[in-house]
C-alpha cells in the first residue's frame, strides 16, 4: 500500500469515526475503572437524579414517597423518556456506570466531524480527546446534564453545516433534555441575528433578504421549545411538594444558602472577575492557554475570513456564557445556578478554539501540525485530566453492609437516620428513606423545604433526645419501620454532618443532652438488627409494640 493511500485511509470518515470510538471506550475505561469493577462506587448525584428509576423493576418504595416522586418530577421529559426505555436492560446503578459512555461518544464525533471538516483528521481527533478530558466529568452518573455537551455540539455542528431541520430538532431536543443548553443555543441564535441584521441598519434594511423556509423552522423550534420549558417550569411550581422557588433576597439571607448550606447561592454571586481568578488559581495553565487562543483568534479573524462563521461561534459561545452567568445572577435561581452557564460553555470554546488556533496554516506550522497537534492534545489529556479520574465517583463501599442488611429487611415502609447512611439507600437498596444528603436537592423550593426541614428537625431531637417517649413520638409520626443507628455518635459523641443551619441546631440539642443519655442507647439489644461494629439497625415496630 502507498504512503498516498494509506493517507487517504487515516484522513476517510469512518477511520476517523472509528478511531474516536477507540479513544473514547479507553477513556471511558480509563476514568470509571474504579466505579466498574465496585458496585458501590458511583456518582454521588445519582441517588437524587436517577434512584426513582426502581419504581420500574424490583423496589420496595413506600407508596405515595414524596421525595422520589419530586425527582421524578424535576426531570427534563426527555431525560424521563430515555430512562423509562433504557430501564428495561439497566438497573439505576448500573445505567449510571455504562450510559455515560454514549454521551461521551456522541459529543466527541460531533467535534470530530464539526472539526475535520475545516482543518483535517489530526486536528480533529486532537480536538476530540480535548473535548473528552474537558467534559466527561460532568457527564458521569448519566443524569439529564449527562445531555448538554452532546446538544450544545450537535447545534454548532449543524448550524456551521446549515442544516435547518437537523438544527430545529437539536433545538428542541435541548428543551426536552437540558435547557440549560437551550438557553445557550438561544443567545447563539440571537447574536448571529443581530450580526447578520447590522450592516442592514443605516439602509433601514434595503436589499437584506430573509429566508423564509429557514426562519420558519428555526423560529418554530424555538417557539415549540419555549413551550416545553414554560409548561416544565409550572409543573414543577404547581405540583403539591414542590412549588415556587425562593426568590433572590431569600436565597441570599438564608443560611442553607450561604458557606456553609447545603447550596451555596451566595458563593455563585461572584463576578466574572472573581470566577475567572479562581480558574487562574485552580489551573494556571489551563486558564493560560486560553487567554492566548484568544488573541490568536482576534488575529486569525482580521487577517483571514475563510473560516468567519466558525470565529463567530467560538466567540458566540463565550458571550453567551458571560451573557447568562450575568443574567442567571440577576434572576437568581429563575435561570439556575449562574456558574452553570461557564461550565457548559467554557470547555467547547476551550476545545473549538484550540482547534482554530492550529488551523491557522503557516509553513512551518503546517508541516508540524499532525504530530504537534496530537501530541499536544494526548500530552494534555494525560497530564491536565489526568487528576480529573474518578472525579464525581464516590466509594460507599463502607456501607455495604449495611446496604446488605438493608436488602433483606421485610416490608415497605420508610427508614430514617443520619442523612450520610441514608443518603444512598434509595439507589443501592430501592427502599424509602425520610431525608438523606442528596434528596435535599430540591430544598431552594419553598414546598419542598417545609415538608423537609421538620422531618430533619425531628429527626435531630429524637436522636438526641433522653426521653424514649419523644423517639416514639417521632416513629408514630413518620410511620417510621426501621431507624439506623450510628455507633460512632453514640459512643464517641461525634456530631453528625448537617447543612446549616441544622448543623448548629443539631449542636444546641447536644449541649442540652451535656449528660449525653441518649434514650436509643439504653434500648434493649433485642429490639436492634446488628450489623457490625458501626452500624444497627432499630425494629421500631418492637419498640411500639
Not at 422520589?68 to 430512562?83: D, F, K, L, S, T
Not at 419553598?446 to 429524637?462: E, S, V
Request: aromatic share 18%; glycine share 6%; net charge positive.
Amino acid at each position: 500500500m502507498t504512503a498516498k493511500r494509506y493517507l487517504k485511509i487515516l484522513s476517510s470518515d469512518w477511520f476517523g469515526a472509528f478511531a474516536v470510538l477507540l479513544f473514547c471506550l479507553g477513556y471511558f475505561t480509563f476514568f470509571e475503572r474504579d466505579a466498574l469493577t465496585n458496585h458501590y462506587i458511583v456518582n454521588d448525584d445519582a441517588a437524587q437524579h436517577i434512584a426513582w428509576m426502581h419504581k420500574w423493576g424490583e423496589h420496595q418504595f413506600t407508596p405515595g414517597d414524596p421525595l422520589n416522586e419530586v425527582a421524578e418530577v424535576i426531570q427534563p421529559w426527555g431525560y424521563q423518556a430515555v430512562c423509562r426505555v433504557v430501564s428495561l436492560l439497566f438497573d439505576p446503578v448500573e445505567l449510571s456506570k455504562y450510559l455515560p459512555f454514549f454521551t461521551l461518544l456522541a459529543a466527541t464525533l460531533f467535534c470530530f466531524f464539526l472539526v475535520k471538516k475545516r482543518f483535517g483528521t489530526f486536528v480533529a481527533f486532537s480536538a476530540a480527546v480535548l473535548l473528552a478530558g474537558a467534559t466527561f466529568e460532568r457527564m458521569v452518573g448519566f443524569n439529564a446534564r449527562a445531555f448538554a455537551f452532546p446538544l450544545l455540539l450537535a447545534f454548532i455542528f449543524f448550524w456551521l453545516e446549515k442544516r435547518t431541520v437537523a438544527l430545529s430538532v437539536a433545538v428542541v431536543l435541548s428543551a426536552l433534555f437540558y435547557p440549560v443548553a437551550l438557553l445557550v443555543e438561544f443567545v447563539i441564535i440571537g447574536l448571529a441575528v443581530m450580526l447578520k441584521l447590522l450592516p442592514y441598519l443605516r439602509h433601514r434594511f434595503r436589499g437584506f433578504h430573509f429566508e423564509k423556509k429557514k426562519i420558519a423552522w428555526i423560529g418554530g423550534a424555538m417557539l415549540i421549545s419555549m413551550v416545553i420549558a414554560f409548561t416544565k417550569s409550572r409543573q414543577i411550581e404547581t405540583h403539591e411538594w414542590i412549588g415556587q422557588a425562593y426568590s433572590k433576597s431569600e436565597l441570599m439571607s438564608m443560611d442553607e444558602f450561604g458557606k456553609s448550606g447545603r447550596v451555596n447561592f451566595q458563593w455563585e454571586n461572584k463576578s466574572v472577575a472573581d470566577v475567572l481568578m479562581d480558574d487562574f488559581r485552580d489551573r494556571p495553565y489551563g486558564f493560560a492557554v486560553v487567554l492566548l487562543m484568544l488573541g490568536l483568534l482576534v488575529a486569525e479573524r482580521f487577517s483571514n475570513p475563510k473560516h468567519r462563521d466558525f470565529d463567530q461561534v467560538i466567540f458566540s459561545v463565550v458571550f453567551a456564557g458571560v451573557f447568562l452567568f450575568l443574567a442567571a445572577k440577576v434572576l437568581l435561581f429563575k435561570l439556575f445556578l449562574p456558574l452553570r452557564y461557564f461550565t457548559y460553555t467554557y470547555p467547547v470554546f476551550f476545545t473549538l478554539g484550540f482547534a482554530r488556533l492550529l488551523g491557522i496554516r503557516r509553513r512551518f506550522w503546517q508541516a508540524w501540525l499532525p504530530g504537534i497537534s496530537l501530541a499536544g492534545a494526548m500530552l494534555f489529556t494525560v497530564f491536565f485530566f489526568y487528576k480529573k479520574a474518578g472525579n464525581g465517583l464516590v466509594n460507599f463501599s463502607g456501607y455495604t453492609a449495611l446496604y446488605q442488611a438493608i436488602d433483606r429487611l421485610p416490608g415497605n415502609g420508610v427508614i430514617a437516620g443520619p442523612p450520610a447512611m441514608c443518603d444512598q439507600v434509595p439507589l443501592f437498596c430501592g427502599r424509602s428513606v425520610l431525608f438523606s444528603n442528596e434528596a435535599c436537592h430540591a430544598l431552594y423550593f419553598k414546598n419542598y423545604w417545609a415538608l423537609l426541614k421538620p422531618r430533619l428537625t425531628d429527626f435531630i431531637d429524637a436522636y438526641t433526645s433522653p426521653d424514649i417517649a419523644e423517639v416514639k413520638h417521632f416513629i408514630k409520626k413518620y410511620q417510621v419501620e426501621y431507624l439506623l443507628i450510628d455507633h460512632e455518635f453514640f459512643e464517641e459523641q461525634e456530631p453528625i454532618y448537617f447543612f446549616q443551619p441544622l448543623a448548629g441546631y443539631h449542636r444546641s440539642k447536644l449541649q442540652e443532652n451535656s449528660g449525653r443519655r441518649f434514650a436509643l442507647r439504653q434500648l434493649p439489644e433485642a429490639y436492634f438488627i446488628r450489623v457490625n461494629e458501626y452500624f444497627s439497625i432499630l425494629d421500631c415496630k418492637k419498640l411500639m409494640d
